[in-house]
């Protein structure tokens, strides 16, 4: 391993654990030095996803913001 | 009777990203209060050399009714701070704001029940601990989309959220259809 090509890899690597949901956004966002705009930007560049919840989970919370709105008359 | 309820943004992270898809106009759309840290708009819309912090601020300047910035006394120290001559990010601040805009909840709630909806970003929901109130429920970005679209809203959940993750993909506005410097070969 060339040790030029650690801080590279080191990137990637802040970027797809985030991606994959492995480590949080503050995290990614200190191991690169970069704000969430920008993290947002390199994980487009990379064609990456951004992490989302499991699906039963935001259907549980999308329940209770639209019971929420019914009982707040929205 | 109907129960008041507010749409908390505790953090930077949702305006950013729908700032990207240029769709804040959503937070809008289910008709509730939006309340918004002062010290997290700050953070938000400090760097205008992002068009999300451009777009952000221009959001809370066109709706100073449905957006309310809630004054915390973090956000006054950093203020203070950055007055005195403290420059770069004022790291753990927004945070900070979060905590004592929680432990004030009954100055944004009429009733000290009403229930208090409270965006983040998919990614702190499932890396953060929360210890919340009974009336304060999570909602993520990508849930409040899908809350969106079963209410017709928006045609589609996942078409909001591929812009979200598009969006830097694509030129900055002010960089589109203007000729590359010395020319290109294609």
Redesign the interface.
């Known amino acids: 391993m060339n040790e030029l090509s650690k801080p590279a890899r080191t990137s990637t690597d802040a970027l797809l654990a985030f991606s994959r949901g492995e480590i949080g956004r503050q995290r990614a966002m200190d191991a690169l030095g970069i704000g969430y705009g920008e993290l947002l930007d390199r994980l487009a560049e990379r064609r990456l996803p951004l992490p989302q919840l499991p699906k039963a989970e935001v259907d549980r919370m999308a329940d209770t913001m639209l019971e929420l709105l019914d009982q707040a008359g929205r | 009777m ?4 507010v749409l908390l943004i505790p953090d ?2 949702p305006l ?2 729908l ?2 898809a240029d769709r804040l106009r959503l937070l809008l759309a ?3 209060p939006v309340v918004v840290a002062d010290q997290v708009l700050f953070e938000a819309t400090r ?1 205008t050399r ?1 068009e ?2 451009r777009r952000i601020a221009e959001f809370v300047r066109a709706y100073p009714d449905a957006v309310l910035k809630f004054r915390t006394a973090v956000g006054d120290a950093a203020a203070a701070r950055r007055a005195a001559g403290e420059t770069g990010r004022q790291k753990g601040q927004g945070e900070a704001a979060v905590a004592e805009l929680l432990a004030r909840l009954d100055e944004i709630t009429q009733a000290p029940d009403d ?1 208090v ?1 409270l965006l983040y ?8 601990r929360f210890v919340l109130p009974g009336n304060v ?4 970005t ?3 989309l ?2 969106l679209e ?2 017709g809203t928006i045609a589609s959940a996942d078409e909001v ?1 591929a812009a ?6 694509l030129p900055a506005p002010e960089t589109r259809d203007q000729p590359a410097v010395g020319g290109s070969r294609w």
């Open positions: 109907s129960r008041r309820v930077a992270g950013i990203s700032a990207k289910p008709g509730l760097d992002h999300d912090a229930p909806l970003e998919d990614s702190d929901v499932a890396t953060k429920h999570l909602l993520s990508k849930a409040f899908v809350g079963r209410r959220w979200i993750e598009a969006a830097g993909r």
